[in-house]
């Protein structure tokens, strides 16, 4: 998979704001050019290009102590919304996904070599979720909906959890809940990712998603398996509860954190979101 992923990058262009923040004007030129060059052979009409231009400094590299700055105090407030949302939904895909075969057998007597047949319906929400609700996060607005999707996915668990503890749904149903709540988790979860690429300036984004990825999963992707792997040998439909509680209320706590402290980037530059470190002067 990672040779297909480094193969089809040979198709794609650098990003234009790169090349030019690293002093390649000519190459991002030509770049944006052809874009524009191939809409117009497919027919679009291109609108003329408004805004205040930008003065940049071309940099080839931004020293870690300005990336600290950045990430601590400059948006200190994104920084927290983004960790947030990412251990929130680490720990709610870690946990569920990656014991949901304990489940099946354990509980619902599964057999093994079945387990994979129920793991589709879970797939096939994973893969809907982030196709059908993409669009509105542009329609809407990111703070809706990143809100509405880890709210309504945290719903979604403590009910389908607490239907499990009460031994009401039979392994069917129960597939056909968590593909369910998969489908707003996925979406949620893909949001999380998009907040932290588009929130935080140019020259930090690939580092920002690295570093946010990298202690959302620690502290929610470790300790969601651990927990819910201890909770489910009890053999106790009450304990898991506990957990599904669990991952239910991080999901809600990451929803209210984005409805107050979000940011409403839909249809806006990433310059007007984030303000490139290189930029000189004011606009």
Same mark, same amino acid.
């Given at each position: ?38 809409? +117009? ?6 609108? @003329? ?18 990336? %600290? ?16 949302? =990412? ?7 870690? @946990? ?11 509980? $619902? ?26 669009? =509105? ?24 959890? $607490? ?23 996925? @979406? !949620?979860?893909?949001? %999380?990712? =998009? ?18 990825? @990298? ?11 651990? =927990? ?25 706590? %990451?929803?209210?954190? +984005? ?5 409403? !980037? ?18």
């Amino acid at each position: 998979m990672g040779l297909l992923v480094l193969l089809m990058r040979l198709w794609l262009p650098e990003s234009p704001r790169w090349l030019l923040i690293h002093g390649q004007a000519e190459q991002a030129k030509q770049i944006v050019e052809q874009i524009e060059a191939d809409l +117009q052979r497919q027919g679009h009409v291109l609108p @003329a290009v408004s805004g205040t231009p930008l003065r940049l400094h071309a940099r080839d590299h931004t020293p870690l102590g300005e990336v %600290a700055r950045t990430l601590l105090v400059t948006f200190r407030q994104r920084s927290l919304v983004g960790l947030t949302l =990412l251990t929130a939904q680490a720990f709610f895909y870690n @946990a569920i996904f990656f014991t949901y075969a304990l489940v099946l057998t354990d509980f $619902y007597g599964v057999p093994a070599e079945r387990v994979g047949w129920y793991v589709l319906p879970l797939a096939l929400g994973n893969f809907c979720g982030p196709l059908l609700l993409g669009r =509105l996060f542009d329609v809407v607005g990111r703070r809706v909906m990143i809100s509405l999707t880890y709210g309504v996915s945290g719903v979604l668990l403590a009910i389908s959890g $607490y239907l499990f503890q009460q031994g009401l749904l039979d392994v069917t149903q129960q597939a056909i809940a968590w593909m369910v709540i998969f489908f707003f988790a996925s @979406a !949620a979860a893909s949001s %999380a990712y =998009l907040t932290v690429a588009e929130t935080f300036p140019l020259e930090i984004r690939a580092l920002a998603i690295a570093v946010f990825y @990298a202690f959302g999963t620690g502290l929610g992707g470790m300790i969601g398996p651990t =927990l819910f792997g201890e909770l489910i040998e009890t053999g106790e439909r009450s304990n898991v509860l506990i957990g599904y509680l669990i991952g239910a209320g991080l999901m809600l706590l %990451a929803a209210v954190v +984005q409805s107050i402290w979000g940011t409403a !980037a839909e249809r806006k530059s990433l310059e007007d979101v984030a303000r490139p470190l290189s930029q000189a002067g004011d606009r």
